[in-house]
């Protein structure tokens, strides 16, 4: 069953590499990210990708999340995070090709938990990129409450997920 408006948000364990401005280059080890105790007591902008370094992703959807940014966190978001169903390096190599520094947080949902958990997952096996990736969308999670949800009806366009139609959400 998949997330709707007003159910709490599911617990989920995914990782990440923290950005480092004092080594902003160094490979470190992961973190964990517990969504519910990371999404308590917060505003969270949920961004959830096919894949990281794909056309879409890399051109149309993250740029723009990069660069409001600060738009978004002035509307009271208190933490921006990007999931792929990549694991946490290829998310870090990915937010430094995109320069997001510690703007967004970039995450791996390599095992597909959170795909499974929301229902937001998407068979991507025959154009080889795995049975379990997150579809294209965007939740806004207010206190672990989904209070807006945004997902593509095609996943490979941003029609509804963009920067600017979450800023309209906030």
Request: glycine share 8%.
């Given at each position: 069953m998949t997330i709707k408006v007003g159910d709490e948000f599911p617990e989920v364990q995914l990782k990440y590499v923290p950005y480092d401005a004092a080594a902003p280059n160094a490979c470190k080890g992961p973190q964990l990210?517990?969504?519910?105790?990371a999404f308590s007591g917060k505003k969270v902008?949920?961004?959830?990708?096919?894949?990281?370094?794909?056309?879409?992703?890399?051109v149309q959807h993250i740029p723009p999340y990069v660069a409001k940014a600060d738009e978004l966190k002035a509307k009271g978001v208190d933490l921006i995070v990007c999931v792929s169903g990549n694991d946490f390096f290829v998310m870090e190599a990915w937010g430094k090709q995109e320069?997001?520094?510690?703007?967004?947080?970039?995450?791996g949902d390599a095992n597909g938990d959170l795909g499974r958990a929301t229902g937001l997952s998407i068979d991507l096996s025959k154009a080889g990129l795995g049975a379990v990736r997150l579809t294209r969308f965007v939740a806004i999670i207010d206190n672990g409450k989904v209070a807006h949800l945004a997902v593509e009806p095609d996943p490979t366009e941003v029609t509804v997920t963009g920067a600017d139609k979450t800023l309209s959400a906030l």
């Open positions: 990210l517990d969504t519910k105790k902008v949920l961004i959830g990708v096919p894949g990281a370094f794909s056309p879409t992703c890399s320069k997001v520094t510690d703007k967004i947080l970039m995450a």
